[in-house]
């Protein structure tokens, strides 16, 4: 049995030393602080808690009063007094609400955890940047409530306040703010607190902020389409193969032309050479137009093609047209969190 | 006034034809044939000069045509020579591709009628006119019009009567101009009725027409 406790005082020495190294001895000014750091690295339990607890009573910034608690809470954790450990984190939670324990052995973590559970505190307030058109995207806000309370979440900018949201939660939150107003419009451009305030069952409050700077842009309009990407016009006229169908046409009319004279002339006697004339022009001709190049011809089936692409083109540009009437009256927000925050 | 003239054919023959749906055509022919009344032994050579004019716009064309015509005597029976002036008209609408329904008349004016050595004869033309391109600037025509209500300057009716045509153009000069070509096979199953006997007394003639024509 005792052989296990000091298997978990080690761990917790073992594990202690990066999670103060954290707190940067560069950064701490007070001197009874850092020789008590010192002793705990040593291991010199005893001294690290005088020394901490004298330096608690000395003039500290508020970061060298959470670390001093901090070191008061590992110490305690390490020496098995759980009582003192999760008072002490509690402590400093409620000095510095979103420090989290640098790598800790499970036990302390457990401390740490069971710390949170007793007060009441917003942790890990983050408001993402993020750029939308007003009424298409929203503002990721995000934080933790230890405990259950009744919490709402406001913007706030000068007179003007937004609630964002009202709940009872506790745990891990989640909200999209569509930066807008009660009415609708898009809230003015300006910087803004985005106040969460958690009020627990004792009537226990607590509140925390992250500023944030909200301008407002013009839409970019889409340009209009000359072409539909992927598709291409197509010739309109075509060149058919030379055949010699010309010549059979000439064919096909001199034959009934002269059928039908034949066949109509009766008694009286067909002089042809009139008729035989103009039948061999127009077989001439047939000839002459087989061995040329045939003209051009309708490709119907490529101005269908082109119809149906311009009409495509043409649908597709009034779409724009109407996009872009409403891009030009919606507004682009933009969201920048910027630094000054608080509980 | 001759330069004017000539300068405006040679401008007409030299640019290049408008794409559209409306044609102007005007020409001139020298015609040649054969006229054959009653029997083979009645019977003319044919020879003329004719114009013609024609209008198109979209599926509806109209065509006229005048040709003075010099018949001389041929056959043992005939025995003097005599001129006449035929006027042909056509308007027709193109009902499918290449075929159109034809109306008209045909009128063909002896000038020595009253001697009877030909008779002069009007009708009017219903039937249908063929046209098929054979290639750049050519093409053919064929026509079949039946010549109904036949009037002759000599009495008598023709309950059948046809009139079968050939034509050819072939383009020259960017299409401007066309070399043309037309045969006219007239036929007139004409019948008397002297003293109560009918009698059959055919016309027929046969026309052939070379030319130019140019593209307006």
Known sequence: MRLCLWALVLGSVVAAPAALAQAGPAEIQNATLRRAIRAYDNVDFNQALALGRQALRERLTAPERARAYELLGFVHGATSQPDSCIAAFREMILLDPDRELPRASGRINGYFQAALSQVLVVRQLQVDSAEFVAGQGYVPIRFTVTSSARVRTRAVSGTTTILIDSTITVGQVNLRWPAQLPSGEPVPAGRYAIQVEARGAGQSLFGAARQVEITQGVVDTVAHLTALPGYEYLPETEIPPQSWRPLGLAFLYTGAATAGALALQGSLDARGGALAVVAVGTLVTGFVASLRQPAPQPAEANILYNQLLREQLSRRNAEIQRENVARRQAVQIRVVPVGGGGS | ?216
Request: charged letters at 20%; proline letters at 3%.
């Open chain 2, 1 to 216: 006034m001759r330069a004017g003239l000539a300068l405006l054919g040679l401008a007409a023959t030299t640019l290049p034809l408008p794409l559209t749906a409306q044609r102007f055509v005007i020409g001139v022919a020298g015609a040649g044939g054969d006229y054959r009344e009653v029997s083979n032994d009645l019977r003319y050579r044919v020879s003329g000069v004719g114009a013609m004019a024609m209008f198109a716009a979209g599926r509806v064309a109209a065509e006229v045509s005048a040709t003075g015509l010099t018949y001389t005597a041929d056959g043992p029976n005939a025995t003097r020579d005599f001129k006449a002036v035929q006027f042909d008209g056509y308007l027709r609408v193109l009902l499918v591709r290449g075929v159109s329904v034809e109306a008209g008349l045909t009128n063909r004016q002896v000038d020595a009628e009253f001697e009877y050595l030909a008779q002069s004869a009007a009708a009017v033309r219903l039937g249908l006119y063929s046209a098929v391109d054979l290639g750049r600037d050519a093409g053919a025509q064929v026509r079949v019009n039946y010549l109904a209500g036949a009037r002759f300057s000599g009495g008598g009716t023709a309950p059948l009567a046809v009139d079968v045509g050939l034509g050819f153009y072939y383009g020259v000069a960017n299409g401007r101009l066309r070399l043309t070509g037309e045969s006219q096979f007239q036929r007139f199953n004409r019948t008397i009725d002297p003293g109560g006997v009918k009698r059959d007394v055919p016309i027929q003639q046969i026309i052939g027409k070379l030319g130019f024509a140019v593209v307006l």
